[in-house]
């Protein structure tokens, strides 16, 4: 027979390692954030000198490429229509 006195409820944690785990955890999550903060400024400073070295800028090519594949479908379209019929 268990004596309820004795008879213990679930883990028994002390609030020292507790602390100390959050405080680690914490100390953590700050660095990892400033770990963030210094690769993307940088990331962010690369890819922005790499656009501006360009000789064509990004959206000018999207504009160029749009217009490519417009005049493509433009002529597959027109090609299909005027195929010759068999006889």
């Known amino acids: ?9 679930g883990p028994q944690l002390e609030s020292g390692p ?9 100390a953590g999550a700050v ?3 400033a770990g963030f903060a210094v690769g993307g400024s940088h990331m962010l400073q690369a890819v922005r000198r790499w656009v501006n070295e360009m000789e064509v800028s990004p959206s000018d090519r ?13 002529a597959g379209a027109e090609a299909w229509q005027k195929a010759p019929q068999p006889v």
Do not use: E, P, Y
Request: proline residues 0%; hydrophobic residues 70%; charged residues 10%.
């Open 1 to 9: 027979m268990l004596n309820d006195q004795n008879h213990v409820r």
């Open 18 to 26: 507790m602390i100390t785990a959050a405080v680690l955890v914490g």
């Open 31 to 33: 660095l990892a954030f």
């Open 62 to 74: 999207a504009k160029l490429a749009l217009a490519q594949a417009k005049a493509a479908a433009a």
